[in-house]
T-cell receptor
Framework: EDQVTQSPEALRLQEGESSSLNCSYTVSGLRGLFWYRQDPGKGPEFLFTLYSAGEEKEKERLKATLTKKESFLHITAPKPEDSATYLCAVIGSYIPTFGRGTSLIVHP | GAVVSQHPSRVICKSGTSVKIECRSLDFQATTMFWYRQFPKQSLMLMATSNEGSKATYEQGVEKDKFLINHASLTLSTLTVTSAHPEDSSFYIC????????????FGPGTRLTVT
């Protein structure tokens, strides 16, 4: 059974204080690892797909990396508008498995 | 690209009535659609997976007679909550993917259902 564990559950940062969110996973035959951002009362917004260990992707202040056991979402110099819940998901065979998410709050 | 819409965004209904939620992929063919339920401050709970033209596959514990899913075309799936009760009140989110091209799935904006 595929499993995804995200840590920390919640993270409070000051504006400009860089940090990383962790997504640990176990999956039989990784077909893809996905990061999403979800704002309250909205559907998740797709951020990145990573397919193999060593792969990295960037978008503005976000950078996602992947190893064989975990993925990190690095947030560089965050702004208050980066406040959201960040979800990680993996897909092995067919059905994606989501983590419980990390709730990020960035204070001005 | 990869836009998924949901309608309605909010719905309030009386206990015992049925409610239909539509999920549309606007710019791609959704060979697979997923329906999720999300409780406040909790993660996504997969309810069912549907492939175009096939019967939906429901997750354990989800009543298929209560949550009717139809995926009649490559751009439309519907979720009908039948004989709704207050405990069905929740945030329902659909997602869609074109498995012919990738495993990435794109989410709709969600539907807030309140049953009074």
């Amino acid at each position: 059974e595929d499993q995804v564990t995200q840590s920390p559950e919640a993270l409070r940062l000051q504006e400009g204080e860089s940090s990383s969110l962790n997504c640990s996973y176990t999956v039989s035959g990784l077909r893809g690892l996905f990061w999403y951002r979800q704002d309250p009362g909205k559907g998740p917004e797709f951020l990145f797909t990573l397919y193999s260990a060593g792969e990295e992707k960037e978008k503005e202040r976000l950078k996602a990396t992947l190893t064989k056991k975990e993925s990190f979402l690095h947030i560089t110099a965050p702004k208050p508008e980066d406040s959201a819940t960040y979800l990680c998901a993996v897909i092995g065979s067919y059905i994606p498995t989501f983590g419980r998410g990390t709730s990020l709050i960035v204070h001005p | 690209g990869a836009v998924v819409s949901q309608h309605p965004s909010r719905v309030i209904c009386k206990s015992g009535t049925s409610v239909k939620i539509e999920c549309r992929s606007l710019d791609f063919q959704a060979t697979t659609m997923f329906w999720y339920r999300q409780f406040p401050k909790q993660s996504l709970m997969l309810m069912a997976t549907s492939n175009e033209g096939s019967k939906a596959t429901y997750e354990q514990g989800v009543e298929k007679d209560k949550f009717l899913i139809n995926h009649a075309s490559l751009t439309l799936s519907t979720l009908t909550v039948t004989s709704a009760h207050p405990e069905d009140s929740s945030f329902y989110i659909c997602s869609a993917r074109d498995r012919a091209t990738s495993y990435e799935q794109y989410f709709g904006p969600g539907t807030r259902l309140t049953v009074t």
